[in-house]
């Protein structure tokens, strides 16, 4: 390996360094970068729906000078490029504000319009009031944003199956120079757009699912660079997809149709181009294999024999295809004879039944999240041949996405078939299974187009001779979204568990929803949501589209009573945990992200849903929850779920079971009470403060053996959610505490918790500082932990923690992630505060880990947090983005053993004392308040936790 070496004179290096920055000062303009605009979390989106979007940017001080922030911003929005390049902000001129926020400024200009496009840009003046330049320009555009607006037709094709993927184009003149188009294209299920012959965008399965009887989500397309005078033609591939899905009871027969409306906007003229009986449509050389339920996801045939690459062409003729239908459900149930809903009860049998269509009452609205795209491409490692003459390809891991491969020396007719596992006793897991039909040239490519699989090993059937590794590819298949996170340490296995569980969650996170598995089931249960969009999403990934979707598919979903639904995509089910997503994740988003328009958007819905909690509750007689019958699948229900101790369906409504929804029904109290507060509806937060106050002493009465210290027989999840609840009284805490740290050091030692118990497991040991504990959980490798997974060769976590099992790709043990970020970097949000603008560097150097090197890329900037324990110092490198302060806790006996940047600490400029705080995972904090800039602290005589 070669070592770069820094060549460069460093005294040469340092003037040059003084001599801009005095340029600057004479010429009165600061050094601040601006850059990285958003609106609505995404960068240039285009069809949104917010007509008051939220604009934020980011500010880069390349010198790091210390405590640098912005005083002033001043935002231009423009109708034109040649309007903002001319610095008149036509649709909104702020001018000179004084304001620190840089994050979700709410545009407050002139009224927005559907199919408007904008273009903006800002400069700020930052610490010293010098201004800096103007940012990069960028741009936004409206949507169609009412029913008035759509001019087109739900269409299909008039002898379609819901099997088939098909074909529509439609032919158009244009006079002149294109000024702007857009194409708006809504579909129940998948769809790709293209124009004179090429694919626009390279996303891949979009829109994301929704709440169909509610919502369809349309896509915005910018078609000006594919447009010519003269002939051009829009076609569009569509299939069902998502929308095959009939697990929804109030809308158990989606329409396979689309909607699209192209703007188009010439010297000359001012074209709509919209979906109507005068598009031409055919079905295409693909098809879906399977029902697209649960346990037959299926795949996908390629007939190479019917491919025609010019479809989408100008010159290509198609008057012999026929032309579109307009949907009316009235002629499409004339045409039902029988049952034409199968709905998958196991894997032998199912249940037939009839199902009419509806006529479209849907809201059409712009697609928030990132559209899904080839997100990763995953290499094979080796291909063998079976004793049958088939092949197994090994992928190297397990994920979801798309397989491809090059295929030679066929002969026209004959069928190649793939079939996908996510592990090695099966040939296929869950009928995942594809197929390729040469045609005369005996080669092409198999590819997935409107589906995914999940799996790692591909056995291929009909092959003439071995495939070569070079002529096979998978790519992971997600939303775009950007990881904002890093994570390295001193243990390697630390390393590959946070790896891992990120591949983990990217593989169960499809069609805008983290569902269960990507081959089973698809399904949104609601209570891995709770603790992957706290430990995974959030911390990981740029999440605030995602977020914004997501919680509004929830409000979509829910029940007239007010119950939320605990499968967001299909039927309710009456588990508590899996249905606290409100309020529960609402209030981590707002948190984390520090936007007031979630709490506004879900605040009615949260209330609803808490006054049904409300009223199954025994409030009025100082009771905690009212529990249905063991055994049977009554609210509460279930507890914890996929534990080391095995799954029973007559836990529910058991004593633990209750417990664990008692103390969950606290803290969704406890969060409703924080939303109310926060949102300004006082009545309502002193109604939810009264009900958790009754709720936590009810709950401790229940449960608590105070001679013992435990809640019922102690195990972890039942002690560390009574403690993080509050249910647990001062005067009780330091008994239950040494009651867990006894249960995970010595009783049963072991990760002792599942899908459901995950979602504040983690949080208490995080947020209460107990990384030592969790730190020896996570070092294990013996069953059940996720060094045993490792062990057992997983790339994936399964359904269970014995490692065996039907599903090798799913989503219980997820929600993790905030360990290393939260936990062993200390990267969290300050005590009070939401948003990262002002934060906390708390690290957790426990165990023998010598190093942890954790970043977080925030909505103001990159947070740097590495440290290190070197010949007995403690060593902590912090980086705090410009605009942002931090409380900074070091490791120490004492603040006289502390230095910064080579001073003691109390001579270092920009930093503040604040005091000490006793840890018994670290021992003892220095804590300091600092703004923004690099710092690098030296311990030089660690606490006795940490030198012992």
Same mark, same amino acid.
Request: net charge negative; hydrophobic share 30%; with cysteine.
């Given at each position: ?114 199919? =408007? ?42 002898? =379609? ?101 192209? #703007? ?43 491919? #025609? ?5 100008? /010159? ?122 040469? /045609? ?51 243990? #390697? ?117 808490? #006054? ?5 509750? =025994? ?119 040494? =009651? ?124 740097? /947090? ?83």
């Amino acid at each position: 390996m070669k070592i770069r070496r820094n060549t460069s004179n460093p005294y040469i290096t340092f003037i040059s360094v003084i001599i801009i920055i005095l340029i600057c000062v004479a010429c009165g303009t600061s050094q601040i970068q601006v850059n990285d605009l958003k609106c609505e979390y995404k960068s240039e989106p285009l069809g949104i729906d917010n007509t008051s979007p939220r604009l934020s940017w980011k500010l880069v001080d390349p010198y790091q000078q210390r405590g640098q922030n912005q005083t002033d911003y001043h935002v231009l929005v423009a109708s034109s490029m040649d309007k903002l390049s001319s610095e008149e902000g036509d649709l909104w001129d702020t001018g000179k504000t004084e304001s620190q926020q840089s994050v979700n400024v709410i545009y407050d200009g002139k009224t927005l319009t559907s199919n =408007q496009e904008c273009f903006w840009k800002v400069r700020v003046w930052d610490k010293d009031g010098k201004p800096s330049d103007w940012s990069e320009s960028s741009r936004f555009s409206i949507g169609l944003l009412t029913s008035d607006d759509w001019q087109g037709e739900w269409i299909l094709k008039d002898d =379609q199956l819901k099997t088939d993927h098909n074909w529509y184009r439609k032919n158009f003149n244009l006079k002149g120079e294109v000024q702007s188009a857009f194409v708006y294209l809504a579909s129940f299920g998948y769809h790709e757009l293209y124009v004179n012959g090429q694919k626009v965008g390279d996303e891949v399965l979009n829109p994301a699912s929704s709440f169909m009887k509610k919502r369809i989500r349309y896509l915005t397309y910018d078609i000006k660079d594919f447009l010519q005078r003269g002939e051009n033609v829009i076609a569009v591939w569509h299939a069902g997809g998502w929308a095959r899905w009939s697990r929804v009871t109030e809308y158990m027969n989606p329409p396979f149709v689309f909607k699209a409306q192209a #703007e188009i906007m010439t010297g000359e003229q001012k074209l709509t181009i919209v979906s109507d009986k005068s598009w031409k449509c055919k079905k295409s050389h693909s098809q879906y294999i399977g029902n697209w339920d649960i346990l037959d996801f299926g795949g996908e045939i390629i007939d190479d024999r019917l491919r #025609e690459d010019d479809w989408n062409t100008v /010159s290509y003729d198609d008057s012999k295809w026929a032309n579109a239908t307009v949907y009316d459900h009235e002629v499409l149930n004339s045409r039902i004879t029988g049952d034409n809903v199968s709905l998958t009860l196991n894997s032998q049998k199912s249940r037939p039944m009839r199902k009419d269509y509806e006529p479209i009452t849907t809201t059409l609205s712009g697609q928030m999240v990132e559209p899904q795209v080839k997100y990763k491409e995953i290499s094979p490692i080796r291909v063998s041949m079976n004793s049958d003459s088939t092949y197994l390809i090994d992928m190297g891991e397990n994920y979801t996405g798309f397989f491809e491969m090059n295929l030679f020396n066929g002969i026209e007719g004959d069928t190649v078939t793939f079939e996908i596992a996510d592990r090695q006793e099966v040939t296929s897991s869950w009928k995942q299974r594809s197929q390729y039909i040469y /045609s005369a040239s005996g080669k092409g490519q198999f590819t997935n187009r409107f589906n995914v699989a999940g799996g790692r090993w591909v056995t291929v059937y009909g092959l003439g001779c071995k495939p070569d590794l070079k002529d096979i590819k998978g790519y992971v298949v997600t939303s775009n979204r950007k990881q904002i996170s890093s994570f390295e340490s001193s243990s #390697e296995l630390l390393n590959r568990i946070y790896q891992v569980n990120l591949n983990t969650y990217l593989a169960n996170t499809m069609d805008g929803l983290l569902v269960d598995c990507p081959h089973r089931e698809r399904r949104g249960w609601g209570e891995v949501t709770v603790a992957a969009m706290y430990g995974d999403a959030l911390p990981n990934y740029e999440s605030g589209a995602y977020m914004e979707q997501y919680l509004q598919y929830m409000r979509d979903a829910q029940l007239r009573d007010g119950r939320t639904r605990a499968v967001l995509n299909e039927q309710d089910r009456p588990f508590l945990m899996w249905k606290a997503n409100s309020p529960i994740t609402i209030w981590e988003a707002y948190r984390t992200l520090g936007d007031p328009k979630i709490l506004k958007d879900n605040y009615a819905s949260m209330k609803k849903w808490m #006054e049904w909690m409300h009223n199954s509750s =025994q409030y009025e007689s100082q009771g905690a929850l009212k529990i249905g019958e063991r055994g049977k699948r009554e609210m509460p229900g279930l507890g914890d779920w996929c534990t080391p101790r095995g799954n029973f369906w007559d836990s529910s409504n058991s004593p633990d079971a209750a417990h664990f929804n008692n103390c969950v029904y606290a803290f969704m109290l406890e969060c409703a009470m924080n939303m109310a507060e926060a949102v300004g509806e006082y009545e309502d937060a002193t109604a939810y403060s009264d009900r958790l106050e009754i709720q936590k002493k009810a709950t401790h009465q229940i449960s608590y053996n105070a001679a013992t210290g435990q809640y019922l027989d102690g195990k972890q999840v039942d002690q560390a959610f009574a403690l993080l609840t509050g249910v647990t009284p001062e005067s009780e805490k330091e008994k239950v505490l040494s =009651q867990l740290e006894n249960n995970v050091l010595y009783d049963f030692p072991y990760y002792d918790t599942g899908s459901s118990g995950q979602a504040l497991y983690t949080r208490y040991f995080i947020e209460h500082d107990r990384m030592d504990l969790i730190y020896e959980l996570l070092r294990d490798k013996s069953h059940p932990s996720y060094g045993y997974f490792l062990e057992q060769g997983k790339t994936t976590w399964p359904e269970r923690w014995s490692a065996i099992g039907n599903s090798q790709i799913h989503t219980c043990y997820t929600g993790i992630g905030g360990y290393f970020l939260k936990g062993f970097g200390g990267i969290r949000l300050a005590e009070g505060q939401h948003g990262f603008q002002n934060f906390t560097l708390k690290p957790s150097p426990v165990g023998d880990l010598t190093y942890a090197n954790t970043t977080y890329e925030s909505l103001y900037g990159t947070i740097v /947090s590495n440290w290190k324990i070197e010949n007995g110092e403690f060593h902590y490198h912090i980086e705090v983005p410009v605009n942002s302060t931090a409380k900074v806790f070091v490791p120490a006996k004492d603040r006289t053993l502390i230095s910064e940047g080579g001073l003691s600490a109390e001579q270092s400029q920009g930093m503040i004392y604040v005091g000490t705080e006793q840890s018994k995972a670290v021992g003892n904090y220095i804590i300091y308040e600092v703004g923004s800039g690099q710092y690098d602290f030296v311990s030089t005589e660690l606490p006795e936790n940490l030198s012992s």
